[in-house]
């Protein structure tokens, strides 16, 4: 049973899996490393797309495998939710 300290969690069970009780940015991070749209986008409604943006940045920079195997989706992913954003906040 997940028991993450977030409830938010709970929506996306299995992302964390050896360490439910992890913080958020364990879970942010492991999502961006199995990217997925609608869940990205889940937690860019939930944290926001900066957050989202701030924790990937964080990751590239680190060149691990996981990263760069992820590296054009969660880009093509964080750019659609980035430009809905933008869209939403201008009323279109």
């Known amino acids: ?11 996306h069970p299995g992302l964390v899996w ?6 958020d940015t364990a879970f942010i991070c492991a ?7 609608t869940r990205l986008l889940d937690i860019a409604v939930e944290f926001g797309h900066e957050r989202l943006r701030e924790e990937w940045n964080l990751l ?27 869209r939403a906040a201008a009323g279109n």
């Open 1 to 11: 049973m997940l028991t993450a300290r977030n409830p938010f969690w709970q929506r």
């Open 31 to 37: 999502a961006l490393l199995r990217p997925r749209f």
């Open 60 to 86: 590239r920079a680190e060149a691990t495998p996981e990263a760069e195997r992820a590296e054009a989706s969660v880009e093509r992913i964080l750019q659609n939710i980035e430009k809905g954003f933008a």
């Open 18 to 23: 050896s360490n439910p009780d992890a913080d």
